[in-house]
């Protein structure tokens, strides 16, 4: 049997656009055993069960 990839989504509070320095939460899909959350590539918050991830250190142009 071939089970589909998962998939999810990504949300982000208090929305797409913010200034620097303004507390930022993204949240995963429910559901999956463990969640890893990145900016530009790097590793920010190791797998853990967690599905949310906030900060207030983003700056223009880096990608969550």
Same mark, same amino acid.
């Given at each position: ?10 949300? %982000? ?9 303004t507390?930022? /939460?993204? *949240?995963? @899909?429910? &559901? ?9 590539? %790097? ?11 906030? /900060?207030? *250190?983003? @700056?223009? &142009?880096?990608?969550?």
């Amino acid at each position: 049997t071939v089970s589909p990839v998962p998939s999810g989504t990504l949300t %982000v509070a208090p929305g797409a656009s913010f200034c620097p320095a303004t507390i930022v /939460t993204f *949240t995963a @899909t429910a &559901g999956f055993a463990t969640y890893e959350f990145k900016v530009n590539s %790097v590793t920010v918050q190791g797998t853990i069960a967690s599905n949310t991830f906030t /900060t207030s *250190t983003l @700056t223009n &142009g880096q990608v969550v």
